[in-house]
Structures are given as C-alpha cells and as structure tokens.
C-alpha cells in the first residue's frame, strides 16, 4: 500500500520560501520502476491543480506556468522523500498542498489518475 506523509507548510509572508517535503512508503524510487510522483494544490473554492511532478520512466519534470522559475522538485531516491522548494511565494500560492504518485505511467497533469495521496499541508502566504 502506498502512503504519502507531506510535512513542511506554514505561514510565511510575500517573497518568502518555503520547503515542502514528502515521505513515501509502498514503493521505491527505483530507476526500473515506472512511477509518477509530484505536488497538487488546491485553493479554496478552486479545482486541484498539477504544479509538479516527476516522471521516473522517461525523466520528465513538470511544472505548471503558474510555479515554473519559482518552485523547484527534487527527490531523494535513497530516502524515498520528494521535496518541493518554494522561493518567491505569493498570497495567490496559498491552498492545502498534497503530495500524489501513482506506480504506473501517467501524465503529471492528469490529477484524476493519481490514486495514491497525502493528506495534505496547508500554505498560507501573507500580503
């Protein structure tokens, strides 16, 4: 069973940083496995949105206009931890941020075919 523990959110005012982590169980981060792991937010009132993801099968990594040059995705393969770095937040950031994989080859956008979730962390961005 895969089980995805996100840590990390918080308050943190315009221009910030902040470092979201992921701790995932069920399944490792091997280089022959076809996995899919990334970051979603979901803002009040909004849809829930693919910011990042990686795809282990054929080494893309995603990001949505919306983060692209200010959020960075990385992972630890040793420790099965996937990180999102977030540098020059703004209060239209602020939404419940989950971490989401999915063993098998999927589109980093395509937020319905992730089965797999965390329960989330809540981001707040001051003005």
């Known amino acids: 069973e895969v089980q995805l523990v996100e840590s990390g959110g918080g308050l943190v005012q315009a221009g910030g940083s902040l470092r979201l982590s992921c701790a995932a169980s069920?399944?490792?981060?091997?280089?022959?496995?076809?996995?899919?792991i990334g970051w979603y937010r979901q803002a009040p009132g909004k849809e829930r949105e693919g910011i990042s993801c990686i795809r282990n099968y054929d080494g893309i990594t995603y990001y949505s206009d919306s983060v692209k040059g200010r959020f960075t995705i990385s992972s630890d393969n040793a420790k099965n931890m996937v990180y999102l770095q977030m540098n020059s937040l703004e209060p239209t950031d602020t939404a419940v941020y989950y971490c989401?994989?999915?063993?098998?080859?999927?589109?980093?956008?395509?937020?319905?075919?992730?089965?797999?979730w965390g329960q989330g962390a809540q981001v707040t961005v001051s003005s």
């Open positions: 989401a994989a999915e063993v098998r080859p999927v589109s980093c956008k395509a937020v319905a075919y992730f089965n797999n």
């Open positions: 069920g399944f490792t981060f091997e280089p022959y496995r076809d996995y899919a």
